[in-house]
């Protein structure tokens, strides 16, 4: 799947200037990983949020759509269409749920390796 680079430019500034992170290629589009967490991300035009179960119904009022991967809803995952994201100010308030909600987890361990 390609996504939006403007966007993904734009998503990027906005997690960088609260906190450290990784990116990742992840279900087609880009991925942005906050303390281990997947925080928010690219798919399309949209962007993907982590906003917990807890935030789930708070982002769907504002506009946000229950994110479903192979035909199942994840849960405390919304999409937000990309006519929700025209100003910064509006992307910033998505990536502050989703850079909160992924720092107030506790950091994953690294995975162990396979041996081969």
């Avoid at 966007?7 to 990116?23: G, H, P, Q, W, Y």
């Avoid at 937000?80 to 910033?92: I, K, T, W």
Wanted: some cysteine; proline content about 4%.
């Amino acid at each position: 799947m390609v996504f939006d680079e403007r966007l993904a430019d734009r998503a990027r500034s906005a997690v960088a200037e609260r906190t450290d992170f990784d990116e990742k290629r992840m279900f087609g589009g880009l991925v942005f990983m906050v303390n281990t967490h997947m925080c928010c991300g690219l798919m399309g035009d949209d962007l993907m949020v982590r906003v917990g179960r807890d935030g789930q119904d708070a982002a769907l009022t504002r506009g946000a759509t229950e994110m479903t991967f192979t035909g199942r809803p994840m849960a405390g995952m919304v999409i937000v269409p990309a006519g929700l994201l025209s100003d910064d100010d509006a992307l910033d308030e998505w990536v502050d749920r989703a850079v909160a909600y992924a720092r107030s987890q506790p950091a994953q361990p690294p995975k162990a390796r396979k041996k081969t």
